[in-house]
């Protein structure tokens, strides 16, 4: 048999064993690339879901809607109490009536988990540290009479880097509870203290990245 034909034969029946070896060193590669991919689908899949969790904006009268431009990024509802203080009654120094001195709440996620506490300012304060400070721009009467109103606040300030650092408005809406006592506030209690338990939702919102 001619030399050259020899080495053929050699070539083929090396030629399996060649082609394996190649793909046996491709295999990191190709487990890395597919890992790149199903990594890459992850941020997706989460977008999705959070997209298919998205909470709707609360239905509220025209005064109490936040600028187009704004975008709601948390939902929490409150529960806690609204605090009075007996005082005489301004441009009246003969009358006393209870005035509005802060709230005292806790702020839940829908699963219960408690991740912002509420209180004087009016502050809303976040697990993360961050906070928002707001003042009230617009009220309207809740359709519950003992129920104290609605609102629409604007942050008139920010802290810190979490959840509540980018905030730009915050509704107080569904109220229950929380008004002021009818009776006790006189001469005889003025100064003394009363808390009255509320719940609330609050929504809060800021522009879009």
Not at 89 to 114: D, I
Not at 178 to 201: A, E, H, I, W
Request: one cysteine or more; hydrophobic letters at 40%; aromatic letters at 8%.
């Amino acid at each position: 048999m001619k030399p050259e034909i020899k080495l053929k034969q050699r070539c083929f029946l090396l030629l399996p064993l060649v082609i394996a070896q190649v793909g046996v060193a491709q295999m990191p590669q190709l487990e890395a690339a597919q890992g790149a991919i199903a990594q890459s689908a992850v941020p997706e899949a989460i977008a999705q879901r959070a997209q298919a969790k998205r909470i709707a904006s609360p239905q509220v009268p025209e005064n109490l809607k936040v600028p187009p431009n704004q975008v709601l990024l948390l939902k929490q509802r409150a529960k806690g109490v609204q605090i009075y203080e007996c005082k005489v009654k301004s441009g009246n120094a003969n009358q006393f009536e209870w005035t509005f001195v802060a709230p005292e709440a806790n702020l839940f996620e829908e699963q219960g988990k408690n991740d912002i506490k509420h209180y004087a300012g009016p502050t809303w304060e976040a697990n993360d540290g961050s906070k928002v400070v707001g003042q009230v721009k617009a009220s309207f009467d809740s359709p519950s009479p003992n129920a104290i109103p609605w609102l629409l606040l604007q942050a008139k300030s920010n802290e810190g880097n979490g959840i509540l650092s980018k905030v730009a408005y915050i509704q107080r809406v569904d109220t229950v509870g929380g008004k002021p006592p009818l009776r006790g506030c006189d001469q005889k209690s003025m100064g003394t203290q009363k808390r009255v338990n509320y719940t609330s939702d609050y929504f809060f919102y800021g522009t879009a990245p």
